[in-house]
């Protein structure tokens, strides 16, 4: 390869080693990267130079040899360190023991997921995927691309412009244009010269013919287009790579041997100059790729802020709560709400004038669910404050966060830990075939990341007595068990073996697999004795046949052991005479007139045998035991088994293998089709097989989660259950897709108006109402680049920024305006994409789960009071607009709310005259 060849090759191989390309983040971090990579080049040319010079050459072919020589050396290095980089160990040559520690290793799929944003001169764009039912990612039809959408695919917002598209099958014409197999290149070519022409009505961009904005448009359509691939990023890169670069320096010796013209002794002296030469490029390289890669993990590790909060209650439940006078006093803004309305026309297949008709009769309008996100800001908090003096989550059923499952996992720590009683999940099985968002063929090692950098935050939520069941198959079995041990100290309560499939996968080459497994582990395992059991079915209550003369029912169990692996031999302290009267059948240890007739436990054939009590515990219950003479002739012994026991239901313990026709995939398909008319959804869960789960795992009032919602099942099973047995179990739903929005949200508004579907439409109004909270959850890494003016954190020395304050600039400007989500902050420092919801952002940090809030105005004032538990102790959030606002008088309005709540902890945005509180401004910036 020509020396020029040679430098492009490494010029590509040292981008390729950044975990996301640079320009994919931001411009100005491009430019930073693109002008140190080339001012570490040149002086490693002049260093490479300088040396090759001393040495005794008389040709300049010997000397351009040598260089050649070094650069090969180098890109074989840069191709070492990218194996490394890009964790490619499945075919890589790398050494198993020079893989980087998987706990320093976090791993995401790589965004853009449905959104991404990039800068443009003074310009955001924003690319969004439009919500299709399917959603991006859930439908692997060949045909099915990313393009444009249809009508107004571009609009101008401030300073913003949104570009709109789907992922859809292409039109006829579209086809004629591109072929049948069309390529998504081909597309996007075809997208950028479309929106040229569609920009140019947008005065704000200067020149969209430049060179320089197609080259940044093409850029960001095709990595919008991209299939998410694995973000990894490793916590102590520097010195991971200082390590592998050092053990590249003892292998690589004598990297002149090749080069005739140099004796012996030159080349065993200069071989250690040059290629030290090499190592320092490659130290100087590592430094820059660390420094980057510290600025993402900062990111990356954030907390979340709340985009957005809002409610979805049943008209019925709110009136039960508020009295029907509120439902009355808010029904002509939910009779002029068009798209709520148009939301309950499409759900419940009711035509507009008849929603309008039921909405003016309490009882027609009960299971009509109101959602706050169709509704302005007054609306909600108006709704809160009308709710009773009972703690919010008490009355809710249900919480759903829309949210990469690490991100929420990482940022709500302080609201859930240490309350989760159950965390069920169903994460890609690594086929290659899940249809959902999160990637499904990682390679194995990436695979195992992704699942630890989850598990080990999932474990921080779970109750002292709670467990962690997951869902898998044989693909990945085996690890994901050993991943369990380690992560749950072996507490293990063992797999459970579930037919899902009972056709059998055709695919699978040799056996048609039909099951999965269900892995088990408890944070301990001691305090689980209370789990695993579940009522007895009707037959074998059946077997309990028999009462005594207190009422009681029973059945009789032979007391002789059955278990062929014990007998007299083994167990000869369990062989002993039991003595019986013909006429009561009573029995006893001693031998009588009253009790003549000896019992010897022994098999049909007179096999010596054993008992399965000890001479001391049958002493102590003998009213339990009984005799019976059998067919054969001889007399055997029978205890009394009890359906209740000191007054608790009759439970029997669960079994490892289920095999129930209930608890298919073909069953979970056919009731969302009849959910929702159609199909939704390739391998959903039945909603009977994750019932069964939930009402195995936990009591009654206790919290599942679920971080890998996909359809929603786990809600449903949870609603239903509730339903049935009267219990009030709380659902906590995690999912990325556009399934929060397109399922998982009206999944759980069609269930609160009916549990009986069919094609779509509800065959009665069966169910008993519903109360959820949800939030969209800030994702760092997709969205914070696209706020922060680097050029604050660039050094001219190099890639340097403040960590402190680069985290306060990604959470916000103070002072915090609670009453507006959109954070109004000086151009050129913080763009908002979306909102920041300042109130429920601070809740979750303080870990403030509401008990009730409540609103008051006070001469143009609006104050915001929530009231809540923070460790046990009574707590007091303040919000209040600040501007011209009178200190004395909000003194005095204070004083007298605090003097009749006597919270120990009272937290206020911005200042006050006050003695005894925390400002929640300072604390925000050392919170986030």
């Known amino acids: ?180 197999q069309p390529k998504q290149e081909s597309i996007n070519n075809a997208i950028q010269k479309t929106l040229r022409k569609s920009l140019r009505k947008f005065s704000i961009l200067v020149d969209v013919n430049s060179n320089h904005f197609i080259e940044a448009l093409s850029f960001h359509i095709s990595l919008f287009a991209q299939e998410n691939d694995p973000l990894i990023l490793h916590k102590h890169l520097f010195d991971y790579y200082t390590d592998l670069i050092n053990k590249l320096w003892r292998i690589d010796s004598g990297n002149l041997s090749q080069v ?146 690490w991100y929420a996992l990482n940022s709500l720590q302080k609201i859930w830990c240490g309350k989760i009683k159950c965390i069920y999940i169903d994460p890609p099985y690594n086929t290659g075939n899940d249809d959902f968002l999160y990637k499904d063929n990682f390679d194995r090692y990436e695979w195992m990341v ?47 073996i579930v037919q899902t499939n009972p056709r059998g996968r055709t695919l699978d080459k040799h ?21 695993f059991k579940i009522p007895k079915n009707e037959n074998q209550l059946a077997e309990y ?28 302290n369990l062989y002993y005479p039991i003595y019986t009267n013909q006429n009561t059948f009573q029995i006893s240890l001693t031998q009588s007139a009253e009790f003549p007739i000896e019992i010897l436990p022994k098999t049909s054939r007179n096999v010596d045998d054993c008992w399965t009590w000890s001479k001391e515990k049958t002493l102590t219950n003998q009213d339990l035991l009984v005799s019976k003479k059998v067919a054969t002739g001889a007399w055997r012994v029978f205890r009394k088994n009890y359906l209740d026991k000191r007054g608790e239901s009759s439970t029997t313990k669960e079994k490892s293998m289920w095999i129930e026709g209930s608890l298919s995939n073909e069953r979970g398909r056919e009731q969302l089709r009849d959910l929702f008319g159609l199909h939704t959804h390739d391998y959903p869960k039945s909603v009977n097989y994750i019932e069964r789960i939930v009402q195995l795992a936990t009591d009654d009032n206790q919290v599942i989660m679920d971080f890998f919602a996909g359809s929603g099942t786990t809600a449903q099973a949870v609603m239903q259950l509730n339903r049935k047995n009267q219990t009030k179990k709380k659902f906590v739903l995690i999912e990325k897709s556009n399934q929060f929005k397109n399922v998982i949200l009206p999944r759980i508004k069609k269930l609160s108006f009916s549990y009986q579907w069919k094609d779509g439409s509800p065959r009665d109004k069966s169910s008993q109402g519903v109360f959820v909270q949800y939030q969209v959850l800030e994702q760092p890494m997709e969205e914070v680049f696209t706020r922060i003016n680097l050029k604050k954190f660039l050094s001219k020395k190099g890639l340097k920024y403040n960590l402190t304050d680069l985290k306060f600039q990604v959470a916000g400007e103070i002072p915090l305006n609670p009453f507006n989500d959109i954070s109004e902050l000086e151009e050129g420092e913080i763009l908002q994409i979306t909102g920041i919801s300042y109130i429920y952002t601070c809740n979750q940090l303080l870990g403030l ?19 809540g538990i923070i460790d046990e102790q009574r707590t007091l959030v303040v919000w209040r607009n600040t501007e011209n606002l009178n200190l004395e008088i909000d003194r005095r309005i204070l004083e007298e709310l605090m003097a009749n709540t006597q919270s120990s902890h009272v937290f206020i945005n911005d200042s006050c005259l006050l003695e005894h509180y925390s400002q929640l401004d300072s604390l925000f910036k050392l919170m986030i």
């Open 1 to 180: 390869m020509s020396k020029n060849k040679l430098q492009v090759s490494i010029h590509s191989l040292i981008l390729s080693l950044f975990p996301i390309h640079p320009k994919a983040i931001n411009e100005q971090i491009y430019t930073q990267v693109i002008s140190e990579v080339q001012n570490l080049w040149k002086s490693y040319e002049s260093k490479l130079r300088s040396q090759i010079q001393s040495l005794s050459l008389n040709k300049i072919d010997q000397e351009a040899k040598i260089k050649t020589h070094m650069y090969e050396n180098l890109l074989k290095n840069l191709e070492t360190l990218q194996e490394a980089r890009k964790n490619h160990f499945k075919t890589g040559s790398l050494p198993s023991h020079w893989w980087p520690d998987p706990n320093d290793i976090y791993l995401s799929n790589r965004v853009p997921a449905y959104s991404h944003t990039f800068r443009f001169q003074d310009n955001t764009i924003y690319f969004t995927l439009e919500e299709t039912f399917s959603g991006r990612g859930m439908d692997k039809s060949a045909r099915k691309k990313l393009y444009l959408l249809s009508e107004i695919p571009v609009k101008q917002y401030s300073s913003i412009i949104q570009i709109s598209f789907q992922f859809r099958s292409l039109t006829d014409e579209e086809i004629t244009e591109f072929g049948r």
């Open 260 to 405: 005739n013209f140099l004796s012996k002794i030159e080349k065993e002296k200069d071989d250690f100059l040059l290629r030290k030469t090499n190592s320092w490029f490659l130290l100087k390289l590592a430094k820059l790729l660390a420094t980057f890669e510290d600025l993402l993990i900062s990111i990356w590790s954030k907390k979340s802020l709340v985009s957005q909060t809002e409610y979805v209650i049943t008209l019925g439940k709110l009136a039960e709560w508020t009295g029907s006078g509120f439902v009355e006093e808010i029904s002509d803004s939910i009779v002029s709400n068009e798209k709520q309305i148009k939301e309950w026309v499409d759900l419940y297949k009711i035509d507009p004038i008849t929603v309008k008709e039921q909405l003016r009769d309490p009882e027609l309008r009960k299971l009509f669910p109101i959602d706050t996100g169709y509704f302005n800001t007054d609306f909600k908090w108006k709704l809160l404050n009308a709710l009773p003096d009972i703690p919010i989550h008490d009355l809710l059923d249900g919480y759903i966060y829309r949210s990469d499952n």
């Open 450 to 496: 992704m699942m630890r950098n989850r598990l080990e935050l999932a474990k921080t939520y779970l109750t002292d007595d709670g467990v962690i069941i997951t869902s898998i198959d044989d693909n990945e079995m085996s690890n994901l068990k050993l991943l369990l041990d380690e992560i749950f100290d072996n507490n293990s309560i063992g797999p459970i």
């Open 511 to 531: 056996l048609a697999k039909t099951h999965e497994y269900l892995l088990i582990y408890a944070l301990n395992k001691d305090h689980t004795n209370t789990l």
């Open 545 to 572: 046949n028999k009462v005594d003369d207190c009422g009681r029912s029973y059945r009789l169990i032979e007391l002789r052991n059955r278990n062929p692996r014990f007998n007299r031999t083994n167990r000869p």
């Open 849 to 867: 789960n509401p008990s009730f809030i409540r609103c008051k105005s006070h001469n143009g004032i609006n104050y915001l009071f929530i009231f």
